[in-house]
């Protein structure tokens, strides 16, 4: 079945670090979705990116769609505390359902 | 505030009693998603509403049943709760299909 793979698992950071990951599709993604999710929460919408290759950027957040539209990744310039949770992609392979992906949880160390 | 919210949000069942979860909606959004979510992992659509039209997945346990009475609430029912459904439940809603999800804060199952 459809799959989409995010590297890495975990990542652990120092505050003031680069962060960056990864989500992999097994197909063509019409679009995708990046949430994330804080300890003990729910996902929040973070942004949507709909064109190959387009990259869209949110403060410190910088976010690119793959030219193929089977990836995607999301990277945080100089990490703080308040970025901990776990990172979710979300690709929508034309069906109008989301898959999510397996998550990158980050833990930022102060 | 416009918001999605989940009731209860701490729901404990027995072994194969049937439960009910529920979600309402101010946002007035044609789409309703229920999502099953176990600790460490992904959440994982169960079923979605466009309007009235029901959208099953093809690996949603018959088990489950959803209904949607009207715009605002959409209920999530659990005939014969197992140990396996032991879950983070969320409800979350989009304008239209391929737009934005909101999320719920979730109802956390437990099935003794």
């Known amino acids: 079945g459809q799959q989409v793979m995010q590297i890495p698992q975990y990542q652990h950071v120092q505050e003031g670090e680069d962060f960056t990951t990864y989500c992999n599709s097994s197909?063509?993604?019409?679009?995708i979705q990046w949430y994330k999710q804080r300890p003990g929460g729910h996902p929040v919408f973070l942004i949507q990116?709909?064109?190959?290759?387009e990259v869209k950027k949110q403060k410190r957040l910088t976010f690119q769609f793959g030219e193929a539209k089977k990836n995607s990744s999301l990277h945080i310039t100089a990490t703080q505390t308040t970025d901990v949770g776990t990172y979710f992609c979300?690709?929508?392979?034309?069906?109008?359902?989301?898959?999510f992906g397996t998550g990158t949880r980050l833990k930022v160390l102060a | 505030d416009a918001m999605v919210i989940q009731n209860p949000r701490y729901q404990v069942t027995q072994f194969g009693k049937p439960v009910t979860l529920s979600c309402s909606q101010t946002?007035?959004?044609?789409?309703m998603y229920w999502y099953q979510q176990k600790s460490s992992q992904a959440p994982k659509l169960l079923f979605h509403?466009?309007?009235?039209?029901?959208?099953n997945e093809a690996d949603t346990p018959d088990n489950f049943q959803s209904r949607r009475p009207n715009t605002s609430f959409c209920f999530l029912d659990i005939r014969s709760p197992g140990l396996g459904d032991a879950a983070m439940y969320l409800c979350?809603?989009?304008?239209?299909?391929?737009?934005?999800?909101?999320f719920g804060p979730g109802t956390r199952l437990t099935v003794t």
């Open positions: 990116l709909v064109k190959s290759g």
């Open positions: 946002l007035n959004h044609n789409v």
């Open positions: 509403y466009y309007d009235k039209d029901f959208n």
């Open positions: 979300a690709g929508d392979p034309g069906t109008y359902k989301y898959i």
């Open positions: 197909t063509t993604l019409s679009n």
């Open positions: 979350a809603t989009s304008r239209e299909p391929s737009y934005e999800q909101y």
